[in-house]
């Protein structure tokens, strides 16, 4: 057992170097400086259409004929299977932990910007679209590059797609739902202990959580997609009302906690003692993690859409940091500033936003919520990352083994069970780095390719509703 605590403290070690320099000033000068020109040389326009990315997801504009796997709603609830998850829960309370209340504007920032990140990435996920070594349609950052910068750019392509199977790997979910089942559920149970050692028991949770997601992740897009539609929704609404709960019944102190988070993010003095410039950097990592925006997975869901529109798919991408980032993420943060427990030494992670739901819901009833919530969350995560782990192997040693990560990718939910979450989330956090530079890098490249599609389709949409209301 000490060797192998010693094997994972020495892989904290090196993970958390890593990430560290993998969220240099180079690559935030990429995700953001990137997005801000794909807002002003957008012109804003994409924004003003976000109705109409609505009403693409009623069914309305659906063409059962058209390339594709799965429909619009299906795209969109897939990669927020993936977007909305432990990121929302537990991402933001490391944010706060880290950086401080002021992280959070930080994170809305990047996710204003991070909107026409995803209508640029997600765009071009459809318009470039390519088969792989079966003749099968595929999208994503490694067939942009491919398909769109030609040849030379293969390298690059190759390079997201080797990151993107560890960076698609689902330790850091499996790591937060072991540790809520833990800290919850079995210690207070006392059928485990902390002074004893957790190894056995997370190792057991990891070998429950590998048998259930390889039920559905052997299924392919179409079982993720259609079980993501269904629990999606139901998450995001029962996680929402018991924030909403916990906000409403201390309204009086949501200007208070705005106001600080406003004030905290330009001096950071919260958490720590001034550096402004870490505080950004952590808003900015905790919201690429969370929203994804830039990084690459979120173009493959959207890449695998029922449509021969590009720029349609790009606008249903634009509604993920929005929901994702500004909406769930702003609600967590609210629950864990207003009921005080972000001051709490020693908690992390899960755990603390455990502790707002405990104290700011009646009885246990707080802490059963937010232990379904993880549940859901973590599991439709987990289910959607196997199929962008797949389509990278695939990009690189063929279609016709691509299955053969799903073994690798039921591995890694055990390991992460029992790493530490500092371990996990570093090394996530480092491979998630390494995808967004050939995703934003083929996005700049081929950004007039969108904006010319941009223009002709909102010309004809717009020409469209005058005919109508003729």
């Known amino acids: 057992m000490d060797l192998v605590n010693s094997v994972l403290d020495t892989l904290e070690t090196i993970f958390t170097v890593f990430a560290d320099y993998a969220w240099g000033m180079p690559l935030l000068i990429l995700l953001v400086g990137g997005g801000v020109y794909f807002v002003f040389f957008s012109k804003f326009k994409p924004y003003k259409y976000i109705g109409h990315s609505i009403g693409i997801l009623t069914g309305k504009y659906d063409d059962p004929n058209a390339p594709g796997d799965i429909n619009h709603f299906q795209a969109l609830s897939s990669a927020l299977a993936a977007t909305v998850g432990m990121g929302n829960i537990s991402g933001v309370a490391i944010a706060i932990t880290m950086g401080g209340p002021g992280a959070i504007f930080w ?4 996710a204003v910007v991070g909107m026409m990140t995803k209508f640029y990435t997600c765009t071009l996920a459809v318009m470039f679209r390519g088969k792989d070594s079966s003749g099968k349609l595929q999208g994503g950052p490694m067939y942009v590059i491919r398909e769109g910068l030609g040849e030379k750019w293969k390298p690059l392509a190759a390079f997201f797609a080797l990151c993107g199977l560890i960076g698609c790997a689902p330790m850091f979910q499996s790591n937060q739902l072991n540790q809520i089942v833990r800290d919850m559920v079995l210690v207070p149970l006392d059928i485990v202990s902390l002074d004893g050692g957790t190894f056995f028991s997370d190792a057991m949770v990891g070998l429950v959580l590998v048998g259930l997601v390889s039920l559905v992740i052997f299924g392919g897009i179409k079982r993720i997609g259609s079980v993501a539609s269904s629990l999606v929704p139901l998450m995001v609404v029962i996680y929402s009302v018991a924030v909403l709960y916990i906000i409403i019944t201390n309204i009086s102190m949501v200007p208070y906690y705005f106001g600080l988070i406003f004030s905290d993010a330009f001096t950071g003095n919260a958490v720590v003692g001034g550096a402004v410039g870490e505080v950004i950097r952590t808003g900015i990592r905790r919201a690429a993690f969370s929203n994804e925006a830039g990084i690459g997975t979120e173009a493959m869901a959207h890449g695998a859409a029922r449509t021969k529109e590009p720029v349609r798919e790009g606008l249903v991408a634009m509604l993920e940091p929005v929901i994702d980032t ?6 967590t943060a609210l629950a864990i500033l207003m009921t005080g427990v972000w001051t709490e030494t020693g908690a992390d992670g899960v755990t603390l936003t455990a502790m707002a739901f405990s104290a700011g819901l009646p009885g246990q009833f707080g802490v059963a919520i937010l232990i379904i919530c993880v549940i859901i969350f973590s599991m439709t995560t987990m289910f959607t990352y196997s199929y962008y782990g797949t389509k990278c192997l695939g990009y690189l040693i063929g279609a016709e083994k691509q299955h053969i990560y799903n073994y690798f990718y039921i591995f890694t939910i055990w390991f992460g069970a029992v ?12 491979m998630f780095a390494m995808m967004a530079i050939p995703t934003m890098v083929s996005a700049l490249l081929l950004s007039p390719k969108v904006r010319e599609a941009a223009k002709d389709y909102f010309k004809r949409y717009d020409s469209s509703k005058i005919k109508k209301t003729a």
């Open 107 to 110: 994170m809305w920032v990047s």
């Open 326 to 331: 500004l909406l769930v993420c702003t609600m």
């Open 419 to 430: 790493a530490s979450i500092d371990a996990v989330i570093n090394l996530i956090d480092g």
